[in-house]
């Protein structure tokens, strides 16, 4: 069964807002990772964070982690139409190495 | 050069059919992965590599049949699908299988008939 789950399932914004993702899973995680999938094209690796990290950047991606409430959030600020995608998030648990668990994905549309 | 390869883009195959798909990576790495991709699902895991030896088997069935010829190649041999099969299928490869972030090939998008 898949670990992360993620709300919400769509997202349809204006270009220019700020979209907002979140992703919660069950067990104790090692990293948390962010995907993003072009329709019907591969996983792009977006961003990873550490269990002991709860904050991380990059460019326009902001990540957070709360280990206490087994969340994690991807903020997309200023979006642009080429936002629009599927985003995953994927949990790496202690045990697995780099087994990764993918969450059920937010598809994000941003319109122009 | 931080690019997945694979081939082909799109396979039509019938179900008597033997068929195989490729993955290329030259990053070096010696973690390589197989998934399997339904429409508006998240991709689920059916193989990996680890210094060219199967490492992980999500219990996937024999009629699929994985080949880690070297460290830079991966195959995925198909034989007598089911018409449920149809998907996309990713490949990817990883630094190694501790907690590392993957890369992506962009995908064979296979339809039995």
């Known amino acids: 069964s898949q670990q992360g789950e993620e709300d919400p399932q769509a997202l349809s914004i204006q270009e220019g807002e700020n979209a907002t993702m979140n992703c919660s899973y069950k067990t104790s995680i090692n990293n948390l990772q962010w995907y993003r999938q072009n329709s019907g094209r591969g996983l792009v690796h977006l961003i990873l964070i550490r269990s002991n990290e709860r904050e991380k950047h990059s460019g326009r991606l902001r990540v957070t982690l709360d280990t206490s409430k087994k969340s994690s959030s991807l903020l997309i600020t200023a979006s642009r139409a080429a936002d629009t995608a599927s985003y995953f998030c994927?949990?790496?648990?202690?045990?697995?190495?780099?087994?990764?668990?993918f969450g059920e994905g937010t598809q994000l549309t941003v319109n122009p | 050069d931080t690019e997945v390869t694979q081939t082909p883009k799109h396979l039509v195959m019938g179900m008597t059919n033997k068929k195989s798909l490729k993955c290329e990576q030259h990053?070096?790495?010696?973690?390589m992965y197989w998934y399997k991709q339904k429409a508006k699902k998240p991709p689920e895991l059916m193989f990996v590599?680890?210094?060219?030896?199967?490492?992980i088997n999500e219990s996937v069935p024999s009629r699929f049949s994985p080949e880690c010829p070297n460290s830079s190649l991966l195959n995925l041999h198909l034989h007598a699908l089911q018409p449920e099969d149809s998907a996309l299928y990713l490949c990817?490869?990883?630094?190694?299988?501790?907690?590392?972030?993957?890369?992506f090939g962009p995908g064979t998008r296979l339809t039995v008939t």
């Open positions: 990053m070096g790495h010696r973690a």
């Open positions: 990817a490869s990883s630094q190694d299988l501790w907690y590392r972030e993957q890369y």
């Open positions: 994927a949990t790496s648990q202690e045990t697995s190495g780099s087994r990764l668990t």
């Open positions: 590599y680890s210094y060219e030896k199967l490492s």
